[in-house]
T-cell receptor, first 112, second 115 residues
Framework: DSGVTQTPKHLITATGQRVTLRCSPR?????VYWYQQSLDQGLQFLIQ???????AKGNILERFSAQQFPDLHSELNLSSLELGDSALYFCASTSHRDSEQFFGPGTRLTVL | AQTVTQSQPEMSVQEAETVTLSCTYDTSESDYYLFWYKQPPSRQMILVIR??????QNATENRFSVNFQKAAKSFSLKISDSQLGDAAMYFC????????????FGTGTRLTIIP
């Protein structure tokens, strides 16, 4: 158990819908990262938040957005879902830039 | 931009034997971190080992060790005394020490352990 929690574990929805994925980092970790793992794109960095502020953006679509709240949990919002958005979405956290990232169990999103 | 290449999509090894997984990377930075992550069927991403680029000594964690060749931009993972629980996807990952903190992953190597 990494100490990072993600909910829900599985999500099945239809094209065009909007979903929210939630992540709680390890106690004390200020940085949260979101990654997408899909069959065709592999593991890709989406976005990073540090203490409530966006710090870095990766290959995140405009239909996707994220935020980090004062209690440091983070949410990834995916809207206008397409079949290609079906993937495993990971959240990771770290206490400072020199330490390793600890991953949550992931949320498996299936878009039908 | 940094890239990570894992040229072995699949590998297999007999139980109790040794196997080496290959990884090469491309970067213009001099200071960075390299990691091997394991992803078993549960899909959890588990850190196996970490190497700081400024350290010449290769990292070791129990049965796992790396061969880090900075000039060649090579970072292989050696698993000794392979066990059935080692069966998983293994991902090599790069992270800058000074720039973006994101992890850049390779495409992974699926390791099968033969009893």
């Amino acid at each position: 158990d990494s100490g990072v929690t993600q909910t829900p574990k599985h999500l099945i929805t239809a094209t065009g819908q909007r979903v929210t994925l939630r992540c709680s980092p390890r106690s004390g970790d200020l940085s949260v990262y979101w990654y997408q793992q899909s069959l065709d794109q592999g593991l890709q960095f989406l976005i990073q938040y540090y203490n409530g502020e966006e710090r870095a953006k990766g290959n995140i679509l405009e239909r996707f957005s994220a935020q980090q709240f004062p209690d440091l949990h983070s949410e990834l919002n995916l809207s206008s879902l397409e079949l290609g958005d079906s993937a495993l979405y990971f959240c990771a956290s770290t206490s400072h830039r020199d330490s390793e990232q600890f991953f949550g169990p992931g949320t498996r999103l299936t878009v039908l | 931009a940094q890239t990570v290449t894992q040229s072995q999509p699949e590998m297999s090894v007999q139980e109790a034997e040794t196997v080496t997984l290959s990884c090469t990377y491309d970067t213009s930075e001099s200071d960075y971190y390299l990691f091997w992550y394991k992803q078993p069927p549960s899909r959890q991403m588990i850190l196996v080992i970490r190497q700081e680029a400024y350290k010449q000594q290769n990292a070791t964690e129990n049965r796992f060790s790396v061969n880090f060749q900075k000039a060649a931009k090579s970072f292989s993972l050696k698993i000794s005394d392979s066990q059935l629980g080692d069966a998983a996807m293994y991902f090599c990952a790069y992270r800058s020490a000074s720039g973006n903190e994101k992890l850049t992953f390779g495409t992974g190597t699926r390791l099968t352990i033969i009893p």
